[in-house]
């Protein structure tokens, strides 16, 4: 069972970039996903989630109006997009899978990617 992150890199304040994660080995249709990030020295922190069902979504008061998670389950992989990249969003984004209802507590999911790093500078 595995995700895997992809899309990070290096960025200009104000730019954009979607984030997948891919799942290989098992089904995401039943998982809510959520989207973590962390910076050096910081907690990992709850970004935003999505229901196994697809019909909600959270986000932190933070990323709220930039950043939007959206799943294809045909595709078995779940899109975080972002917008407006500030340079506090410079971290290691990490996507988690969990059975139970979609949590920003990291200790709620049960899967977790390798991250990947998103450098936000000009």
């Known amino acids: 069972l595995q995700l895997v992150e992809s899309g990070g890199g290096l960025v200009q304040p104000g730019g954009s970039l979607t984030l997948s994660c891919a799942a290989s080995g098992f089904t995401l249709d039943y998982y809510a996903i959520g989207w973590f990030r962390q910076a050096p020295g910081k907690e990992r922190e709850g970004i935003s989630c999505?229901?196994?069902?697809?019909?909600?979504?959270y986000y932190a008061d933070f990323v709220k109006g930039r950043f939007t998670i959206s799943r294809d389950n045909a595709k078995n992989t779940v899109y975080l997009q972002k917008t407006s990249l500030k340079p506090e969003d410079t971290a290691v984004y990490y996507c988690?899978?969990?059975?139970?209802?979609?949590?920003?507590?990291?200790?709620?999911?049960?899967?977790w990617g390798q991250g990947t790093q998103v450098t936000v500078s000009s």
């Open positions: 988690a899978a969990t059975l139970r209802p979609c949590s920003p507590w990291p200790y709620e999911y049960d899967y």
């Open positions: 999505i229901s196994s069902s697809d019909t909600s979504t």
